[in-house]
C-alpha cells in the first residue's frame, strides 16, 4: 500500500526539483562497497589520472539511484513500473546533481488506474544532464497507488 497521495496530474506538469548536495569521493566508496563495483576509476586518484582522466568519477548507478529515488518519493515505490536512463556525463567531486520529472503522458490502463510517463533528467551544476530517462507509473483514479 502507497503513503503517497500525488496530487491530480496532466501533461507537462513538472514535480518540484530536488537537489542532491555536492559528491564526495566518499559518497563513491560507499556505493561502490553497496554495489559491489569497485572498479579503480571510482576511488583511485592515481589510477584515474594515469588512464586520461582528470579525476575519479562516480558509478553512474548511483545518480541513476538518486534519480529513481526522486521519482518514486514523489509517486511511490509501489507503483513504478519501468524506469530507464540513459548516461551522458559523468559526475566528478563535488558536483551537485539536481533531478527534474515531466509528465510526458497520461492514459487510463485497461484494468483501471493511469499509467503516468515521466520524462527524467538528472543535471549536473553545469547545467549538462548527467542522465536523462523515462519512468512509468500506474496509479489509481484516486492518483494514489492504493
Known sequence: MSTTTPPALTVGQEAEPRVFAPMTRTDYVKYQGASGDFHPLHHDEVYARSVGFPSVFSVGMLQA???????????????IRRFKVRFVDQM???DELTC????AGLTDEPGGGTRV??????LRQTGTP???????????????GD
Open 117 to 122: 510517463v515521466l520524462e527524467l533528467k538528472a
Open 130 to 144: 548527467a542522465l536523462l530517462g523515462s519512468a512509468e507509473f500506474v496509479l489509481d483514479r484516486t492518483g494514489s
Open 65 to 79: 539511484g538518486m534519480l529513481a529515488t526522486y521519482v518514486t518519493d514523489w509517486l511511490g515505490v509501489e507503483e
Open 92 to 94: 566528478w567531486p563535488g
Open 100 to 103: 527534474l520529472a515531466r509528465v
